[in-house]
Each structure stands twice: as C-alpha cells, then as structure tokens.
C-alpha cells in the first residue's frame, strides 16, 4: 500500500469506521532514519488506533524506528515480512526475509525490547513455488519465540522473480487453511488473514477462525464497504454514516489541510472510489481527478464537487453545509 494508505487515506477512512485498525503504508527504516521523519510519522488523533509499517533488516535500525513510533504515539508497529517487489527485495527486506527466520527474530526481540507497544509481524505463506506448510510454521514458531504473538498472514506465496507486485496480488493461489493451521498450531497467538477479501460477508468465516482480518486495496477502490464494520463486527450502535456525510466532514478537512499548504488533489486522490457502483460514479472522479476543476476550486473542490454530483439516492442539500 506504499503511497496509498497515507495519513490523507487514513483519515477519510477513519470517517467511515471508528473501530477498524488502520494501517500506515510501509514506511523503510532508512526513510525514518535519514529523512524527514514529521512528514512520514505525522498524523490526526482522529485515526486511532493506529498501526506502524516498517520495512528493514537491521536490528538496531528497526528497534530505533520502533521507539520512534511509539513516541509519534502509534499503538503498534508492524515488521513488513511480505512485500515482494524487488526494489524492496534489493535493500533486504520485506517478503525475502522469510528465508531468514533467526534475523526476523532477532529484529522482532530488538524491537519488542525497545517499546511497550505491540510489535507484530506481517508475511506471505511461503517464497517462491515452496509451497510447504512446514516452512511456513517453522517461520512463525522461531519468531513467535520471541515475542511476536500477532501474525498478519497474506495467503499467497511471493514469488520474488518473475511476477510484478500487481501479479503477486493475483497469480500464487490462496490458500486459507495454511492461516487456520497456524491457528490451531500456535494457539497463544493470533492470526489476522489477509488476501482476497473484498467484502464482509467474505471475512465471515475467517473471522469465525481467526483474530481479524485485513483488507487492503479492496478498501481503497471501494472504500465504502468499510461502513458496515462498526455494526456488524463492533457491536456498535446507530446508523452509518451516509456518503453526504462523509463527503461533508473530508470537505471540512479538505478546506484544513489546504489552508496549512496541502495541494487539494493530495487528498481528492483518495476519495475517487466513494462512489464506487452507485449511480454516477464515473462523473464523480471525473470531476475529482480533473487537475483544471481543483485549480478552479482549490480548497472548496470537493464542495463543489459534491454540489455538481447528483444522484438518486442522497439528498445533498440536506446533508453538506452552506458555501
């Protein structure tokens, strides 16, 4: 999710769920520790409780951007097992680090060492064409040893040569029970499934099973899917928020966050998907994604945005304020 889930996306999401944990984009350790480390760790309280993604190798590195997170005030941090493009593979981390268990321990031990925070793991189900469950449970038990209790298992394998990041997401077959074994193998740690999961009704029976799931880029195209997570996974009471109001509360952060020298098209970005099978949906990023429609309107785009936007379904005139 690098260049996705940044702290624009997260916030837009956190409108549509207040309960579901939200996750950074991976963040390397080498951006932490040499970069500008206010633009990659800032964030809105409002996005809480909210995860950490770090990519790297280095056990000092990692328990030193580990500390820089929990002072940021993230409620966890999260070692990425699990990437497999190969600029990630050329710095040594992400899903290559299967092959290396006893490092992934020692950089989880450093890291748990150096926070009080959960620091948990997320990794795909093999490298390459191994498909062996064995390899898989061997991986999580040393580094559940030490420490880790919280595995966010993408069921697929990586294959690190000859598929791109997008064909890694499709072509190595899903495999769920690989998830429920290490469940039933390890039972004083928890599973969260990740892979293919596109809607509620899908993560039933994982959620029966495991700790949680997760739900990636599923939840950017259609980011509206998540408006039914506090009720029915949460227990949470009174009525969802309705897209006006969604769109009303980003139309107030938009009209913030630019006049603090935000460009507006950093946060339109990542609400082209709201409409996502609804009538009008194409004319709605349309407008969002015309750069001379936001070089008109600036900080009211999104306004007026949603002022031009008609559907059947919502009444605008009741749900946004006033220009």
């Known amino acids: 999710m690098m260049d996705w889930t940044d702290r624009h996306c997260r916030f837009f999401h956190r409108q549509l769920s207040r309960n579901a944990r939200l996750y950074t984009e991976m963040v390397t350790s080498g951006a932490l520790l040499h970069g500008d480390v206010a633009r990659h760790l800032d964030f809105d309280p409002a996005e809480h409780p909210l995860a950490l993604q770090i990519g790297g190798s280095e056990r000092d590195e990692l328990a030193h951007c580990a500390r820089l997170g929990e002072r940021w005030g993230y409620d966890e941090i999260n070692l990425n097992c699990g ?124 959620l029966r099973r495991l700790a949680g799931v997760m739900v990636g880029r599923a939840a950017y195209h259609d980011p509206y899917l998540l408006v039914d997570v506090d009720r029915e996974l949460f227990g949470a009471a009174g009525a969802a928020p309705s897209r006006a109001e969604v769109v009303a509360a980003m139309s107030a952060y938009l009209e913030r966050e630019a006049a603090a020298g935000v460009p507006p098209r950093a946060i339109l970005r990542h609400l082209l998907g709201l409409f996502h099978g609804q009538h009008g ?27 031009a936007f008609t559907t059947r379904r919502v009444d605008w005139a009741a749900a946004l304020p006033a220009a």
């Open 83 to 206: 990437c497999p493009s190969e600029r990630v593979q050329h710095g040594a981390f992400g899903a290559c680090l299967m092959a290396e268990p006893q490092l992934v321990s020692d950089c989880v031990k450093a890291m748990r060492d150096a926070v009080s925070v959960h620091v948990t793991v997320k990794h795909r189900i093999g490298i390459d064409r191994v498909e062996d469950y064995g390899f898989l449970r061997d991986f999580v038990g040393q580094v559940h040893a030490a420490g880790c209790d919280v595995f966010i298992v993408h069921a697929r394998n990586a294959w690190l040569k000859g598929l791109s990041p997008k064909e890694n997401r499709e072509v190595p077959p899903l495999r769920y029970e690989f998830a429920y074994r290490l469940a039933a193998d390890f039972p004083g740690a928890h599973f969260v499934l990740n892979g293919g999961i596109t809607s509620l009704s899908q993560a039933a029976e994982p």
């Open 281 to 307: 949906a194409r004319s709605w990023r349309r407008l969002l994604s015309d750069p001379a429609f936001i070089e008109r309107h600036g900080a009211h785009s999104l306004h007026v945005a949603a002022r």
